[in-house]
């Protein structure tokens, strides 16, 4: 299933049939993609802490280094009168390479709560590393998170390649084909801006 969403509609206040689909994705025991040009990261730190919030621990692996605990703190205190409880029932693993972020996947036991990968394919767009070593590593990081998958929810996030990576898009192709349900984040567009006019 493949589905396009604008991007302005996700980070802190969705509209109720949006968050209906969020958070049946949420907990359903299955595989969920949300990707778009930019990785969706305030879309998921916004839906895990109202998962957080509704009492229910989740897992977060952060794959680019872009947790931001205190976005994560203030919605907590909106969404609640005990934001410290809610930030307890947030267990986060920070991932720097995508050897690290592979075996942290591999190793992890299989549960019932969600799992959320924050910007999974970042570490996996190093250039440094070659493809076919990479797409390897991938393939298997993804036959884990099926496992994973069968037991809680795996919500990922993710963004397409950069300019200088494109070749690296059968990563974001393998993404897409393992996972149940695909959510394109499109970023609204802008209007341009009017020029004045040299002559009326």
Request: positive net charge; charged residues 20%.
């Amino acid at each position: 299933m493949q589905t396009q969403l604008p991007a302005r509609d996700l980070p802190t206040s969705f509209n109720p049939g949006l968050q209906a689909a969020l958070l049946e994705a949420a907990s359903a025991p299955w595989i969920t993609l949300l990707w778009g040009s930019r990785a969706p990261t305030r879309a998921m730190l916004a839906l895990l802490t109202v998962v957080a919030a509704r009492g229910q621990s989740v897992r977060v692996f952060d794959g680019g280094n872009c947790f931001d605990g205190y976005f994560v703190a203030r919605l907590a205190r909106r969404l609640g009168p005990d934001p410290h409880a809610v930030l307890a029932r947030i267990n986060l693993s920070r991932a720097f390479t995508c050897f690290q972020l592979a075996q942290l996947i591999e190793n992890s036991l299989a549960e019932p709560r969600p799992l959320f990968l924050l910007d999974l394919l970042d570490t996996f767009y190093d250039e440094s590393v070659p493809l076919r070593g990479v797409e390897r590593l991938l393939h298997t990081a993804l036959t884990h998170l099926k496992r994973l998958a069968a037991a809680g929810p795996v919500i990922i996030g993710a963004q397409e390649p950069r300019t200088l990576v494109k070749e690296r898009w059968t990563l974001l192709d393998q993404l897409q084909a393992a996972a149940e349900a695909s959510w394109m984040l499109r970023l609204p567009t802008e209007q341009p801006p009017l020029q004045p006019k040299l002559f009326d």
